[in-house]
């Protein structure tokens, strides 16, 4: 089952409900005492269970045997619409919510960390900006009440999809209507009164936490101590027709880290690995990212190096921004196409990929784009779109996160004059001598 529901609707709630649901699923219900007994349940059926939340979704998977179909969509009828929330089960989420976060503030890779900041500067206090992790201080606001007032307006049936891979259309539409047509949840029926229905609003700007890298990682060989930078932009919503060359962008720039050994399909010809891995040794993560929502998207280069190197790292990262807007080479252009459509159709092998693709298409669209239909789409992305599309992408504010000892960061409007510059280049620094 997935909803549409998650962190960029908790603008009028407590922020976190979202990341508290996702640690409360496949607990005990109105059926199930227990999340033993849901387990146990499971596993006559060679089943396993899981829950996801996201910043536009939230998604509860269950994997089994074709045979218990009937078990498990009773269950997660179940699961989803009469959870008993106890309070010792909200009691026991706090305390594993404390813990996390606590370990993501400890961890060496630092990617959620920085991915939740560039969010929180390309869309300040609005939708998809908002905190994707329960913040400390909402941890022992967060009740039950507050929980069913959320699921209230957020967990209705037009928000749902029942999505199922490896089984006739037939009988899950058989199941559906057993056990969730006209279900009555456990918070009742009242009027959905609070649904955020706002748009995301671009503002860009950036976030920055200075924080000490240094004992990141002991032993007898610790990782070196790095300063992470992350630039963004505004690029497009998975719904526009630019989503495609956007993709294959994202591909052409590839990236990783300077450990991740090369081969087949590792992108080893991408740019960021050509022009920026390549070429400076002391730079140990140039990688290409981007997310897309169904109102906007962001495409964002994260990369690291010692903080002696943050002013000459961040340069080199504006540069490619601009080059993106260059010449696209026919061979690199068609490289990126093939590795593009190659990872769709590897990832399309696993079913546990193709049900959250039918179910996110679904709920977004109402409708699945077939792997054949994006393929086609991705052939006849041109080195003119990627131009076009990059150029308007350059006109817009950067978001900018930075995380580490930030002693030598440009600042913001010196980061932004270099992306709205020809050339990429820092504005150049006087210091003046007495």
């Known amino acids: 089952v997935l909803i549409n529901s998650g962190s960029r609707h908790e603008a009028k709630y407590l922020s976190g409900i979202s990341h508290f649901l996702e640690k409360l699923a496949f607990s005990s219900t109105a059926q199930f005492g227990s999340k033993d007994e849901i387990l146990l349940t499971l596993e006559k059926h060679g089943g396993i269970c899981d829950c996801q939340a996201s910043r536009d979704t939230i998604m509860y998977a269950v994997s089994a045997d074709a045979k218990g179909l009937d078990t498990v969509v009773n269950l997660l009828a179940d699961v989803v619409l009469q959870p008993r ?5 909200i009691e026991m989420t706090r305390t594993a919510i404390r813990f996390e976060l606590e370990d993501l503030n400890m961890r060496p890779d630092p990617e959620p960390l920085l991915t939740e900041m560039i969010h929180a500067a390309a869309y300040r206090d609005n939708t998809v900006g908002l905190n994707r992790f329960c913040p400390v201080d909402n941890t022992a606001k967060i009740d039950r009440e507050v929980l069913h007032s959320y699921l209230r307006n957020y967990y209705t049936p037009d928000r749902m999809v029942l999505a199922g891979v490896g089984i006739e259309h ?15 949840p456990v918070w009742g029926r009242g009027q959905t009164k609070d649904v955020d229905r706002s748009v995301a609003q671009y503002t860009g700007g950036i976030v920055k936490v200075e924080k000490d890298m240094s004992d990141v ?17 505004e690029s497009c919503s998975f719904l526009e027709e630019d989503f495609i060359p956007f993709a294959v962008l994202n591909m052409m ?12 399909g590792k992108g080893m010809f991408t740019r960021l690995y050509l ?4 070429r400076h040794h002391w730079m140990y993560n140039a990688t290409s990212y981007h997310h897309s929502y169904e ?4 495409l964002c280069i994260h990369a690291s190096a010692d903080p002696k190197q943050v002013r000459e790292m961040v340069e080199i990262i504006t540069k490619e921004f601009i080059l993106m807007a260059g010449a696209v080479g026919e061979v690199e252009l068609e490289r990126a196409k093939t590795q593009l459509k190659s990872m769709l159709m590897m990832n399309l092998e696993s079913r546990p990929v193709i049900f959250e693709d039918v179910g996110r298409q679904v709920l977004a669209t109402n409708t699945r784009k077939l792997p054949h239909e994006l393929c086609a789409l991705i052939s006849q992305v041109k080195s003119t779109d990627i131009k076009r599309v990059v150029t ?10 930075a995380l580490g000892d930030l002693t030598d ?17 820092l504005p150049r620094m006087y210091r003046l001598f007495r």
Do not use: W
């Open 217 to 233: 990682s002991l032993g007898p060989t610790p990782i070196p101590e790095l300063t992470h930078i992350m630039i963004g932009l």
């Open 392 to 401: 308007k992408m350059l006109h817009k504010k950067p978001a900018v996160a």
């Open 85 to 89: 929330l106890s309070d010792e089960e």
């Open 409 to 425: 960061l440009p600042t913001y409007e010196h980061i932004q004059a270099a992306l709205s510059s020809k050339d990429g280049r």
């Open 170 to 184: 037939e009988q899950l539409v058989e199941c559906a209507k057993k056990y969730l047509l006209g279900a009555e």
């Open 275 to 278: 022009n920026v891995l390549n």
């Open 253 to 264: 720039m590839g990236g990783g880290g300077s450990f991740s050994a090369g081969g087949p």
């Open 295 to 298: 109102d906007t998207g962001l």
